[in-house]
């Protein structure tokens, strides 16, 4: 009998599914330091961000299997080492892409009309100062009409497009693999549409969109870094969805303070759990605990398309 540890979880949907094909599923959680000891026990494991996959630990588990990954980014399992080992990687890079997308415009709603700030203050400021604060919070913008850049046209980047069309954004995308198509927009009825889109230079999403939301795995330096950020529009807005370690997190922080950033939307940081207090305490940052996949749907959707995985895999 197959024996799979999931060890930041599962749906129950995929919980179900596997249990139905005849696995046994353990969903409480290791500690990664027993981890070694533990996964002698089990033919596969599953992860989110939490659990982390080195080489150190691949070695010591010669049964493993299989390697699922409930998400996109595999930052945190050594994968080549891992397959170089014989172990299948699987993860479930289209689950999660609508969450995420939803969760960038989350974010650009709440800094076009200053939300961040505005929840902050009006619980204890709204009895007493209340003209004032509708003084200081009277000149959000509106989103349709601007121009969006994605950097990173995979999966969520281009479904982050795809919500941005449909409030009659537009859409400047960059990726190292060009890209040249369609995007289809679909509308209660069943009724759809097809956009044209392509791909531009990474010069030319910095340098002329009013909002650029970032949509690419960790690299070994910031993507986006003093640098780029002189480039920018003066008030463009700049949400991370995707990995801590692609913005140069000082030199945001200093150009929200110089106001050539008008606000920040950050999903993700440098140093979780434990990101910088000037980030989290910053008047223009609108701020979430690494929740882009965490919706209800888009578990469900990873749970099951995991389970499915797992079970083509072992029954081969």
């Known amino acids: 009998m197959i024996k799979i540890l999931a060890n930041d979880g599962i749906d129950p949907i995929g919980k179900k599914m596997l249990e139905e094909a005849g696995f046994v599923v353990d969903t409480e959680t290791v500690p990664q330091d027993k981890l070694a000891e533990a996964l002698l026990n089990y033919d596969g494991i599953t992860v989110r961000s939490a659990t982390k996959l080195r080489k150190e630990l691949i070695d010591q588990v010669p049964n493993i299997k299989l390697i699922g990954r409930g998400g996109v980014g595999m930052d945190n399992i050594d994968v080549e080492y891992a397959r170089s080992k014989g ?46 604060l509708k003084k200081a919070y009277a000149k959000g913008i509106e989103l ?100 801590g370690g692609t913005i140069d997190e000082p030199a945001l922080i200093e150009a929200l303070n110089n106001g050539k950033v008008a606000f920040a939307g950050l999903d993700v940081f440098d140093n979780e759990p434990t990101p910088k207090a000037e980030l989290l305490q910053h008047p223009k940052v609108s701020l979430t605990p690494h929740i882009g996949a965490s919706t209800n749907e888009a578990q469900e959707r990873i749970g099951a398309e995991l389970a499915n995985l797992i079970i083509d895999h072992f029954n081969k």
């Open 87 to 132: 172990i299948t990687v699987v993860n479930t890079p289209a689950a999660s892409s609508l969450s995420v997308a939803e969760l960038v415009f989350a974010h650009l709603f709440t800094g076009v009309r200053f939300l961040q700030d505005s929840n902050r203050k009006m619980p204890v400021e709204g009895n007493t100062r209340f003209n004032d």
């Open 144 to 243: 349709r009409g601007k121009t969006i850049g994605i950097i990173g046209f995979g999966r969520i980047g281009r479904e982050t497009a795809t919500v941005a069309l449909g409030l009659g954004m537009n859409v400047l995308a960059y990726d190292l693999f060009p890209f040249e198509g369609s995007l289809s927009l679909s509308f209660q009825g069943g009724a759809s549409v097809q956009i044209p889109v392509k791909t531009v230079s990474l010069e030319e999403v910095i340098t002329g969109s009013d909002f650029i939301s970032l949509h690419t795995p960790f690299a070994d330096k910031p993507i986006l870094g003093a640098e780029e950020f002189a480039k920018m529009k003066k008030g463009v807005a700049v949400v991370n969805c995707s990995r």
